[in-house]
């Protein structure tokens, strides 16, 4: 089946369904593929609440939100195929062109603009060289949610969680309330790497043990799950001999980090950033021309309605790139992340646009009384005061274009600590 359109969308989650609903409304013929049966990637797994309340102005599940975001699109003319698999994406004569297998055989879709909006992945126990034996009972977080929330499955009765990221500390009451034993949470930092109402709301109320500067240092059992060691880490992450203790459990879920699906993107030649997703400029335009990039797939977001927000614009940046909207005047701004940041996004910022830039980064360290400070070499732009900032908490700004990008061929954001 050959199809034709001016923006192609893949990824039904979120930030897919934002982009196609953009895309549509600035006039663009939109296809959106998804792998699942459903719209709302994800979000169909999560069944507890606090989705929704910036994207559509009330509380929702995960399923709620989908269910919410299925009605916008059919709103809209674009064509959603599910149950359909892209497995090539690359550049061709005036676009792109992606084949996806589906029930119908294999589809050949001709594009003029993509949006990439493939969400992101578990880091799996080989991903982090977990020691110790692979017995079954050892399971991502993420993965435990779907066979529990989606298949009903009871995956043991006395759990532990190795990581303290939101999937896992979410798991942690998830597992709690269908009776499962949850005998504690580990992190390997010395502070939770998840949001601090999670950790309330999920571990304190209900008396789950944190424990922090700690790692799993092996794990026992042949056919199945029988026992974990736990052990304290010293301020270089290494075990600390004599630390060691025994834990007897038949479930670990490890919530030890998620990154962006890329591999299409490598494929298609797009370059990739420190975020590990697509190195993108305040368009979220990828270094292919065309071929832009939203949600969890650019980077993992705290929230879905941000993945929604941040796939409607990329949605309408290339339905304007494939109406020929769009112009490339005068020089981009490098961005880069210095000091303790991990990555800042976008990595350009054009010196024409909307009259305010989203800057987003997330920092390595936990930061307390500090200062954000955007400068050019000994130049100072902008600074911004904070009380703190966290690992945990991806952190957003909105700066003026023109005090960015007046004289500058690049700045450099990074985290001072007021003392």
Not at 267 to 289: E, F, M, Q, Y
Not at 329 to 354: C, H, K, M, Q
Request: some cysteine; charged content about 20%.
């Amino acid at each position: 089946m050959n199809l034709v359109c001016d923006v192609l969308v893949i990824g039904g989650g979120a930030a897919g369904v934002g982009a196609a609903v953009s895309a549509s409304k600035k006039g663009a013929k939109v296809i959106l593929l998804d792998r699942l049966e459903r719209i709302g990637g994800i979000l169909n797994q999560c069944i507890h609440s606090g989705f929704g309340v910036k994207a559509f102005g009330s509380e929702l599940t995960g399923p709620g939100f989908a269910m919410a975001l299925q009605r916008q699109l059919s709103q809209t003319s674009a064509t959603a195929y599910l149950s359909t698999f892209v497995y090539s994406l690359s550049p061709s004569e005036g676009g792109f062109l992606a084949l996806a297998s589906s029930r119908e055989g294999i589809k050949a879709i001709k594009a003029k603009s993509v949006v990439y909006a493939t969400g992101c992945l578990e880091r799996s126990p080989g991903a982090i060289g977990l020691p110790g034996t692979r017995p079954s009972g050892v399971c991502p977080a993420g993965l435990a949610q779907l066979y529990i929330n989606q298949g009903g499955y009871k995956l043991g009765s006395r759990a532990f969680i190795l990581g303290s990221g939101d999937i896992g500390l979410i798991m942690a009451r998830r597992l709690t309330l269908e009776g499962i034993k949850v005998l504690g949470v580990a992190e390997i930092e010395p502070y939770s790497n998840g949001l601090a109402r999670n950790k309330a709301q999920c571990l304190d109320d209900f008396q789950i043990p944190l424990y922090l500067s700690h790692t799993v240092t092996k794990v026992n059992g042949a056919d199945s799950l029988e026992s974990i060691v736990l052990s304290r880490v010293d301020g270089e992450k290494r075990p600390i001999p004599g630390s060691e203790k025994t834990i007897q459990c038949d479930l670990l879920l490890l919530s030890v980090g998620l990154l962006p699906n890329v591999g299409l993107l490598k494929n298609s030649g797009a370059k990739i950033g420190p975020s590990r997703g697509a190195k993108v400029d305040d368009r979220l335009c990828s270094s292919v021309k065309g071929l832009y990039s939203a949600g969890n797939a650019l980077e993992v977001h705290d929230l879905a309605d941000e993945a929604y927000f941040e796939g409607f614009e990329a949605g309408q940046r290339a339905a304007e790139h494939a109406l020929g909207l769009l112009s490339d005047e005068g020089e981009p701004t490098e961005v880069r992340a210095g000091g303790s940041l991990g990555y800042a996004i976008p990595s350009y910022i054009w010196p024409n646009g909307d009259e305010k830039v989203a800057i987003k980064f997330r920092a390595k360290r936990p930061h307390s009384k500090c200062q954000i400070v955007i400068k050019d070499g000994d130049c100072l732009i902008k600074t911004i005061k904070k009380d703190s900032i966290f690992p945990s908490e991806l952190q957003i700004l909105n700066i003026a274009r023109n005090i960015l990008t007046n004289n500058h061929k690049s700045i450099e954001i990074l985290i001072e600590d007021i003392l």
